[in-house]
């Protein structure tokens, strides 16, 4: 074999394995994008989930946000609602109030009030001496009706007649009066008490409105509101 076949044959041995070193490297190049475009969707499919799972965090946030902000007006709304009630039911009751003065002004009718009340604090107490207080410009009332109202009393529970005395040195407060809003005050009624000051029955017209209003709130707002509040 001559120089010219050796260098031909080299030549086509340099060929073959330059063209399977090319082959390869084709290969290792298709792989290698193949490899990378994989890679580059997942990446891709990652971020996207991360942005989907960001966006939806924020999308509850958002609900959240207003589930409570709407939570809270209506709140406010009820409170408002609730305020404006109490306002219609207090100024029902300073109604009431105003009209308990009215009473006094008919002599003969507060007088047997006066009574009435006397005789229901006595069978409260069941005491056989008690002291009295009233307003200092009941006390000629009160004392005009004294003795009738022991004895119904007493009638009434089959005892003696017991002893009443009236405080002539602790007063119960006047009427109310425009000039003095924050005074002690009191619409009429008794207060009695056993001797030693450990029973007392309070029987004012106030007392006596406070009780009535308590016990028929929920009627009330029955009829003013439609509902019986909770």
């Given at each position: 074999?001559n120089?010219?076949?050796?260098?031909?044959?080299i030549q086509?041995?340099v060929?073959?394995?330059?063209?399977?070193?090319?082959?390869?490297?084709?290969?290792?190049?298709?792989?290698?994008?193949?490899?990378f475009n994989?890679?580059?969707l997942?990446l891709?499919e990652?971020?996207?989930?991360?942005?989907r799972?960001?966006?939806?965090?924020?999308q509850?946030?958002?609900?959240?946000?207003?589930?409570?902000e709407?939570?809270?007006?209506?709140?406010?709304?009820?409170?408002?609602?609730?305020?404006?009630q109490?306002?219609?039911?207090?100024?029902?009751?300073?109604?009431?109030?105003?009209?308990l003065?009215n009473?006094?002004?008919?002599?003969?009718?507060?007088?047997?009030?006066?009574?009435?009340?006397?005789?229901?604090?006595?069978?409260r107490?069941?005491?056989p001496?008690?002291?009295l207080?009233?307003?200092?410009e009941?006390?000629?009332?009160?004392e005009?009706?004294?003795?009738?109202?022991?004895?119904?009393?007493?009638?009434?529970?089959?005892?003696h007649?017991p002893?009443?005395?009236?405080?002539?040195?602790?007063y119960?407060?006047?009427?109310p009066?425009h000039?003095?809003?924050?005074?002690?005050?009191?619409?009429?009624?008794?207060?009695?008490?056993?001797?030693?000051?450990?029973?007392?029955?309070?029987?004012?017209?106030d007392a006596?409105?406070?009780?009535?209003?308590r016990?028929k709130?929920?009627?009330?707002?029955?009829?003013l509101?439609?509902?019986?509040?909770a």
């Amino acid at each position: 074999m001559n120089d010219a076949d050796v260098s031909k044959q080299i030549q086509q041995m340099v060929n073959f394995i330059r063209q399977e070193a090319e082959e390869k490297a084709n290969e290792i190049s298709v792989s290698a994008e193949e490899e990378f475009n994989i890679e580059k969707l997942q990446l891709v499919e990652a971020e996207k989930k991360k942005i989907r799972q960001e966006y939806e965090r924020k999308q509850k946030q958002v609900e959240v946000r207003k589930k409570i902000e709407y939570s809270m007006q209506l709140n406010a709304s009820r409170i408002k609602v609730l305020q404006a009630q109490d306002e219609v039911v207090g100024s029902m009751k300073e109604a009431a109030a105003k009209e308990l003065l009215n009473v006094n002004h008919h002599h003969h009718v507060y007088r047997n009030l006066l009574k009435e009340l006397i005789v229901q604090s006595l069978l409260r107490l069941k005491e056989p001496s008690v002291l009295l207080r009233c307003r200092k410009e009941d006390v000629h009332s009160v004392e005009h009706v004294l003795d009738s109202a022991a004895q119904e009393y007493a009638d009434k529970a089959n005892v003696h007649p017991p002893e009443i005395i009236v405080d002539r040195e602790v007063y119960l407060p006047p009427a109310p009066s425009h000039h003095n809003d924050h005074e002690p005050y009191c619409s009429g009624g008794v207060v009695l008490a056993s001797r030693d000051g450990k029973i007392v029955c309070e029987n004012t017209l106030d007392a006596r409105l406070d009780v009535v209003f308590r016990k028929k709130l929920p009627e009330i707002r029955k009829l003013l509101f439609g509902q019986v509040a909770a």
